[in-house]
């Protein structure tokens, strides 16, 4: 069992930065796949960023790549999102997921949600 808790989404200016982290109960976490995924309203959710258990692979949508950079620390049991040059159609509850298959681009592929944090970019 895996608990996720995502953090570091606010209100940010077109242009802007932030970094979201997702803090992960359990010994394991090591061995699962990560991904962050995101919902803007009316909309379904979709992938963002996904990365392996052992950093090796990461794997981007095509609208956030070169944007956003996801990472890993499994001393830390964390994972992150480091978001560049947001733009205001990244206005989202942004998500962090875990399934112990590994990384997927698929929201149906994970097993275990965080709640979302919310990030709001004004134009």
């Known amino acids: 069992q895996v608990q996720l808790v995502e953090s570091g989404g606010g209100l940010v200016q077109a242009g802007g930065s932030l970094r979201l982290s997702c803090a992960a109960s359990g010994r394991t976490f090591s061995s699962y796949g990560m991904g962050w995924f995101r919902q803007a309203p009316g909309k379904e959710r979709e992938f963002v960023a996904a990365?392996?258990?052992?950093?090796?692979?990461?794997y981007y949508a095509d609208s956030v790549k070169g944007r956003f950079t996801i990472s890993r620390d499994n001393a830390k049991n964390t994972v992150y999102l480091q978001m560049n040059s947001l733009k205001p159609e990244d206005t989202a509850v942004y998500y962090c997921?875990?399934?112990?298959?590994?990384?997927?681009?698929?929201?149906?592929?994970?097993?275990?949600w965080g709640q979302g944090t919310q990030v709001t970019v004004s134009s």
């Open positions: 997921a875990a399934d112990r298959r590994g990384a997927g681009g698929s929201p149906q592929w994970y097993n275990y």
């Open positions: 990365i392996s258990w052992s950093s090796g692979l990461t």
